[in-house]
Structure formats: structure tokens, C-alpha cells
């Protein structure tokens, strides 16, 4: 993994798919807007015109060879913090969803040693974009699933908006799960006994582009990621 010019303690990780409509912006929000943090996208094997635009306006990048999943774009994310030893690494997707502007929120109680894992919640305060009606069936039966396997609640489980301490960066490094692993993520924290905080924030709705995850994958996700869960949550009941 390569070595950055780094200027702060705090990366960004933007994993982006096919996300040639949507990754300028984003960009050039954190940069012109928050320039106090580095940032490091990573292009998951687009097909489209993602990787041109990426080299074109010279941003901070790493060209997956193939689709890793975001999984595999996640974790070559924390890998790259790993390597450049950031003290701090906060996900965001590239679909330009989550605002920048409560990375500052989501980052001080790791900054002050109150947290080891933050989650940015739709659901706290119910504000701005909450995702369709069977998304939020979905997100809450997960939820619920968390809740009676670990005895923790956290509303939020599938948000990629998240942060998290050098501990989780060097777990995640090594290893992270790969098909839609928000959920598990989370159970690996709360299973870890680690301090887990979710705090609000207001999402905003795609404005460009389609989500990769339609009707058909959100079924396999459904049972994959259940099934994933109780396995984990077992295999941690095993080891301990």
C-alpha cells in the first residue's frame, strides 16, 4: 500500500462504484469544505468513467484491478490508513449521501477517548432521508437481530457512515467482511466489548446514479447477512 502526503490524523475513506455522477462532488466538497482531513477513494473496479475522472482531477485514489465488493473496497481503505498510520478513519460513500459536514460530530468522542466505533444514525432523530419503506423493514429486523443475539441496540445497522479509533483500523485492515458488511462490522465491535456510539445525522437522498443493490440482491442480502450474523455470533460464542 502506498504512502500518502499526509496532513492530518483522520482519513477518509470513500469506497465508489460506478460512481462517475456522483464522485466530483463529494470530493470537492470534503476538499474545498473540510480540508482539515485527508481523503482516500477507492475506485472498486468501476466500469464506467469513475477511474478517468479520478486521474483526471488528480485526486487521492486507489484503483481496485477488479470489483472487490464494498467489503474489499472498505477494507483496502483501512489498509491504507494501517499503512500510513492515521489515528482515525471515517467511511462515506461515494454516492454523495452522507454530508461531510458531521464528520466533525462523529469524530469527537473517538478524539476525546469516549468512543472506539461511532455510527451516523438516520434513525436517532428521524430527520432528513430515511431510506425506502422495505429498506427500513429490512435495517430494523436487522437490528432487532443484533439486539437479541448481543443484548445491544443499535438502530442504525446498515449505515456506511461511520468512524472508527486505531484499534478497529488495524482489525479492519486485516480482516473485514466482505458482502455488505456493515451489520457485521458492528457485531465484531459489539462482540469485542469495544465502546460503540451512534449519534444523529441527516442523510441526504441520492441525487444521480442508481444503487447497486436492487430488488433481487436486497432478498440475497436479507439472508445472506441473517445467516452471516447468527454464524458470527455463534463462532464468537465458541472462541469465548
Do not use: W
Amino acid at each position: 500500500m502506498g504512502t500518502a502526503n499526509k496532513n492530518s490524523d483522520v482519513l477518509i475513506i470513500i469506497p465508489a462504484y460506478n460512481e462517475s455522477e456522483n464522485i466530483e462532488n463529494i470530493v470537492d466538497e470534503i476538499t474545498t469544505g473540510y480540508p482539515q482531513y485527508d481523503y482516500v477513494v477507492v475506485n472498486d473496479g468501476s466500469s464506467d468513467d469513475t477511474a478517468r475522472i479520478l486521474k483526471k482531477r488528480g485526486y487521492n485514489h486507489i484503483n481496485c484491478p477488479i470489483n472487490l465488493g464494498i467489503g474489499g473496497a472498505i477494507q483496502t481503505g483501512y489498509r491504507y490508513a494501517k499503512a500510513n498510520d492515521y489515528e482515525i478513519a471515517v467511511q462515506i460513500d461515494g454516492d454523495g449521501q452522507h454530508d461531510p459536514a458531521y464528520i466533525a460530530e462523529i469524530i469527537a468522542p473517538i478524539e476525546k477517548g469516549e468512543a472506539d466505533y461511532v455510527i451516523g444514525s438516520r434513525f436517532v432523530n428521524k430527520e432528513g432521508f430515511q431510506s425506502s419503506f422495505t429498506r427500513r423493514l429490512g435495517i430494523h429486523f436487522l437490528s432487532g437481530l443484533i439486539t437479541v443475539l448481543c443484548f445491544h441496540r443499535v438502530k442504525d445497522v446498515t449505515s456506511g457512515f461511520r468512524a472508527v479509533n486505531r484499534f478497529f483500523i488495524n482489525v479492519f485492515a486485516e480482516n473485514y467482511p466482505i458482502d455488505y458488511p456493515e451489520p457485521e462490522a458492528i457485531l465484531d465491535a459489539i462482540m469485542r466489548r469495544k465502546r460503540i456510539l451512534e449519534l444523529p445525522v441527516v442523510m441526504r437522498e441520492r441525487e444521480t446514479g442508481k444503487s447497486s443493490i436492487n430488488f433481487k440482491k436486497s432478498i440475497y442480502y436479507m439472508i445472506k447477512v441473517t445467516l452471516d450474523i447468527i454464524v458470527c455470533r455463534i463462532s464468537y460464542g465458541i472462541r469465548r
